[in-house]
C-alpha cells in the first residue's frame, strides 16, 4: 500500500510539473507575440545618395501608417525623387519621377494630425515624417516631407489643422543630411528648390 502512494505521489507531482511547463511557455509564446505586434513598423529608403530608414506609427496616426505602407508595398516610390528641398525646411518627395512626371495615387486619405497628437505621437521636429499636402487638409496621397529642422509650425492645434506626423527616420540622418545640402535650382514644372542632382529613389521596403 505504502509502494502503491508513493508511485501514485510521484506520478501526480510529474504530472502537475509538465502543466505547470506547459502553462508558462505557453505564457512565454503569448508574450513573445504581443512583443512583437507592438514593434512600429520600419521602411528602408535606398537612394542614389545613400539609405535610411524611417519608424511608423499605426497606432498614432492609422489611417496615414496603413496608406504610406500601402504605397511602399505597391512599388510606388520606387524610381520617384525628392523634388524640393529646402536646407532651413524639409526635403519632400515621393510623388514624381525622373522625368518630372506625377506618379498616379490612390484617393486622399483623411487628415489625423490633432488625432495623432492627442494620442502622443510626435510633433514636426527634427527627423520626423509626415505627409505632404495641398491647402485642403484631407487632400494628402502619396507624398511626404522630412523634416531637416524642427518645424513647430506645422504642428497641429485646435486652430489649425497642421500636417500628420506618422514616422520618424531611425537610421541614415547623415543621408538625409545629404540630401538637405545639395544645390538646387529650377527643374521640370518647378522654378525653385529642385535638386540640381537629382535625388532618386531606387526602392523602399517594409523590413521583415
Known amino acids: ?30 508574450a513573445q507575440d504581443t512583443t512583437k505586434s507592438s514593434v512600429a513598423p520600419q521602411v528602408k529608403f535606398a537612394t542614389n545618395m ?10 498614432k496616426a492609422p489611417k496615414t501608417a496603413e496608406n504610406f505602407l500601402q504605397y511602399v508595398r505597391d512599388k510606388h516610390y520606387d524610381g520617384t525623387i525628392f523634388h524640393r528641398v529646402i536646407a532651413s525646411f524639409m526635403i519632400q518627395g515621393g510623388g514624381y519621377d525622373a522625368r518630372y512626371i506625377e506618379r ?4 486622399p486619405v483623411m487628415h489625423e494630425g490633432l488625432e495623432a497628437l492627442n494620442k502622443g505621437g510626435p510633433r514636426n521636429t527634427l527627423g520626423t515624417i509626415a505627409m505632404a499636402r495641398t491647402n485642403a487638409p484631407h487632400s494628402a496621397t502619396a507624398q511626404f516631407f522630412i523634416n531637416v529642422v524642427d518645424n513647430g509650425f506645422l504642428d497641429p492645434s485646435p486652430q489649425q489643422p497642421g500636417y500628420t506626423v506618422f514616422g520618424k527616420v531611425v537610421s ?10 545639395i544645390p538646387t535650382g529650377f527643374g521640370g514644372p518647378f522654378p525653385t528648390d529642385v ?3 537629382q535625388v532618386v529613389i531606387k526602392s523602399a521596403t517594409v523590413l521583415p
Request: proline share 5%; with cysteine; hydrophobic share 40%.
Open 1 to 30: 500500500m505504502n509502494t502503491f502512494l508513493q508511485n501514485f505521489s510521484r506520478t501526480l507531482f510529474c504530472c502537475t510539473l509538465v502543466l505547470v511547463f506547459s502553462l508558462l511557455g505557453f505564457n512565454t509564446s503569448n
Open 104 to 107: 498616379p495615387t490612390r484617393a
Open 172 to 181: 541614415g540622418m547623415d543621408v538625409v543630411n545629404r540630401i538637405r545640402a
Open 195 to 197: 535638386p540640381k542632382t
Open 50 to 59: 545613400g539609405d535610411f530608414v524611417v519608424e511608423v506609427y499605426p497606432d
